[in-house]
């Protein structure tokens, strides 16, 4: 699903679009994560802002 540019604000910044580089890499710099790990929590819990960081502090 490709990301609405003009739709910046929630839930827009609640999800992680991992087919969008510049989000990918802000994310990855956010969350302190590699790209993999990153990758790895969204497969694990989609792409819910929050459920990622949770499953990243676990």
Do not use: C, F, H
Not at 21 to 31: A, S
């Amino acid at each position: 699903m490709s990301d609405d540019k003009n739709s910046v604000g929630s839930p827009d910044r609640d999800r992680i679009s991992m087919s969008e580089d510049y989000e990918v890499q802000d994310w990855t710099g956010t969350l302190g994560v590699s790209e993999e790990r990153l990758q790895e929590a969204v497969n694990a819990v989609g792409n819910n802002a929050d459920a990622v960081r949770a499953y990243l502090n676990k």
